[in-house]
């Protein structure tokens, strides 16, 4: 390989790196246009002056079902939404995963578990994913009314799968959106995720 297609080959690797790279808090949430469980096409942008909260799910998950099963989720998604909040719930399980669902399973799941969020987005591509470096289920992100990421990381500081840990635990994700709500930088902004690794 001459020098030339050596600089040209690192260049493009790192071109389409960036286009993955971890979004930093500050900085404007990635755009995205992706299909909802319906089939309906829908975009971050669609949702400005909102506060908007991104939730990875895979109801296969123990550490997802960890925060369902007492119906915890629900209470957040219930919560926020009469205050505004837009709550896009995110599966981003590959087609070929035992734990796939597609958009009738994902809408037939969300009625079992009477969870509600704003919007379920069926990413089974992974494209909403990678753009957002999401790395557990769950991974939570919360964008203020400005477009800007505010938070990422987990939603809480119990990193077991155990609900009885939900309560002794400090609600990262909630404080978050709180934070985003008042006009404030929240507190952490940033922590580590915990969960299953998504299925990509």
Same mark, same amino acid.
């Given at each position: 390989?001459?020098? $030339? ?34 089939? %309906? ?5 669609? !949702?400005?002056? +909102? #506060?908007? #909260? ?9 550490? #997802?079902? +960890?925060?369902?099963?007492? *119906?915890?989720?629900? @209470?957040?998604?219930?919560? $926020?939404?009469? %205050? ?9 399980? +590959?087609? +070929? !995963?035992?734990? !796939? ?7 037939? %799941?969300?009625? @079992? ?25 769950? !991974? ?10 505010? $938070? ?12 009885? @840990?939900?309560? %002794? ?13 008042? *006009? ?9 995720? $915990? ?6």
């Amino acid at each position: 390989m001459t020098k $030339y297609l050596r600089i040209l080959s690192l260049s493009l690797f790192a071109g389409a790196a960036s286009l993955f790279a971890d979004p930093a808090v500050g900085a404007a949430a990635p755009e995205f246009s992706a299909k909802d469980a319906d089939g %309906k096409a829908v975009k971050l942008s669609d !949702h400005k002056g +909102k #506060v908007v #909260v991104l939730e990875w799910f895979n109801p296969g998950c123990p550490f #997802v079902k +960890k925060f369902y099963a007492p *119906g915890k989720m629900q @209470e957040l998604q219930k919560a $926020y939404a009469a %205050k505004g909040v837009v709550w896009i719930t995110v599966a981003s399980t +590959k087609a +070929k !995963h035992p734990d !796939h669902l597609d958009g009738a399973g994902l809408k037939a %799941k969300a009625l @079992e578990w009477k969870a509600s969020p704003g919007v379920m987005l069926d990413d089974t591509d992974g494209v909403v994913a990678r753009l957002y470096s999401a790395k557990t289920t769950p !991974h939570v992100f919360v964008v203020g009314a400005d477009g800007k990421l505010l $938070y990422k990381g987990a939603i809480d500081s119990g990193r077991s799968p155990k609900s009885d @840990e939900i309560a %002794k635990s400090t609600p990262y994700l909630a404080n978050a959106i709180d934070a985003a709500l008042a *006009g404030k930088t929240p507190e952490p902004a940033e922590t580590k995720p $915990y969960g299953c690794g998504v299925k990509l």
